[in-house]
């Protein structure tokens, strides 16, 4: 668990490439949301949810709407903001099944009270893979008024620390590897394979 951390689970994605809403795909034998779920609750107990899918309700943390329709991500994490009990809030995406606790433990020690710090994979920076201080939520809100719904730019305006965890000894890429496609599911079955988890 991290310390005065609220996890989010962003799961309001409308899912169009997956052709059905991809949160309830199962790998390796669960649903996407709980893996997610899952994750959520091993970094924080003060877990929830952002997603306006009803079929979310039956989860056993609480479920919010987002604040502001059809602005993406960046409203998800808005609204994850408002509602947050703690000074900082862990962001999760819901297709991303290995994602873990190791991954948000290396995020924390860069908390900054004024700005993100957010996860750069093999593949670039991952917003949703990041740590928010409840602070800049005025600065969130004024951007989606301006319907400006860029999260890189609004990283870049923030100046946002980034960890680069391509470069750690350790590092796996199945880590960040998302579900976009249902062939994915058995991409990503096949990378597991070939390397252990490592997800402690």
Known sequence: MLAHVTSALIAGCKSKRFGSPKEFAEFDGKKL????????LSISKSAIIVGSRLQTRNA??????????????????YTALCHAKDKY????????????????RALYPSLNEDK??????????????????VKVVDQLKDQIEKKDFRLYYLLKKLAAIEINFASLPDYKHHWFENINYKKDINL????????PLNIK
Do not use: R
């Open 33 to 40: 949301i709980d893996h997610a779920i899952e994750t959520a």
């Open 60 to 77: 056993n943390i609480p479920v919010y709407d987002d604040l502001v329709d059809n602005c993406g991500p960046i409203g998800g994490i």
């Open 89 to 104: 809030v862990a962001v999760l995406p819901v297709d991303m099944p290995l994602l873990n606790l190791k991954v948000y």
């Open 116 to 133: 993100p710090v957010v996860a750069c994979s093999h593949k670039g920076i991952e917003p949703l893979v990041s740590i928010w201080p």
């Open 188 to 195: 990503l079955k096949n990378q597991t394979k070939l390397a």
